[in-house]
């Protein structure tokens, strides 16, 4: 089965630098890898889509990059903020009953 | 516009009883989909309906078994529960079901004791 790598430690940054998350995978490259923000106690809030032939997506100061080659996905946030503080999901859509998240990695902005 | 709603926020129960969850898509969604996660962990994927139908099953128990009406709301039901079911359980609606963003409601808090 697909296997989904998140690092488990949490990621400590200042306010204001940029964070960049990774997500790797084995087997197959999924059509879509989406990145999702979880709050604790919260369901996940979607945040990018990226396709299998996309390399990179911006949106505000968010940023995904999509690797097949080396089945790896990064996650950039800009300009830090301590609001940005929070769980970040990677998730991977094959079909219809192929969906994998990933354990998420823990990002701390610190002020 | 509401989001996805569910209910209950939290439920006990004990092992070996029986559990009935609850899902209203965003209007306009035609997908469902129930996610199970345990503490620490990431959502791991349960089933998906789409106009009705089971379009897919995740490596679970058939133990579990969910539904969709006609108004696209959904129920998952749990039987025999076992201290292993305790954990979030998670509905997400999209619009069709095979692409986009999901979007997820806030979640049902199932402990078995």
């Known amino acids: 089965s697909q296997k989904i790598e998140q690092n488990s430690e949490a990621l400590n940054i200042q306010e204001g630098k940029t964070a960049t998350l990774t997500c790797n995978y084995t087997?197959?490259?999924?059509?879509?890898l989406q990145w999702y923000r979880q709050d604790p106690g919260r369901g996940p809030v979607f945040l990018l889509l990226?396709?299998?032939?996309?390399k990179e997506k911006r949106k505000e100061r968010l940023k995904v990059t999509f690797d097949t080659t080396l089945k790896q996905s990064l996650f950039h946030i800009t300009a830090s903020q301590p609001a940005d503080s929070a769980t970040y999901l990677c998730?991977?859509?094959?079909?219809?009953?192929?969906?994998?998240f990933g354990s998420g990695t823990k990002l701390n902005v610190k002020p | 516009d509401a989001g996805v709603t569910q209910s209950p926020t939290h439920l006990i129960k004990t092992r070996g009883q029986h559990v009935t969850l609850r899902c209203s898509p965003i209007?306009?969604?035609?997908?469902v989909s129930w996610y199970q996660q345990v503490l620490g962990q990431g959502p791991q994927f349960i089933f998906q309906?789409?106009?009705?139908?089971?379009?897919g099953r995740g490596n679970f128990p058939d133990r579990f078994s969910a539904r969709q009406f006609p108004n696209y709301s959904s129920e998952l039901n749990v039987n025999a529960l076992l201290l292993g079911d305790s954990a979030l359980y998670l509905c997400?609606?999209?619009?069709?079901?095979?692409?986009?963003?999901?979007?997820f409601g806030e979640g049902s808090r199932l402990t078995v004791l």
């Open positions: 309906y789409y106009e009705k139908e089971e379009r």
């Open positions: 998730a991977l859509r094959y079909n219809f009953n192929k969906f994998y």
């Open positions: 997400a609606s999209s619009r069709t079901g095979e692409s986009g963003e999901l979007f």
């Open positions: 209007s306009g969604h035609k997908s």
């Open positions: 087997n197959y490259s999924p059509a879509y």
């Open positions: 990226i396709r299998e032939n996309e």
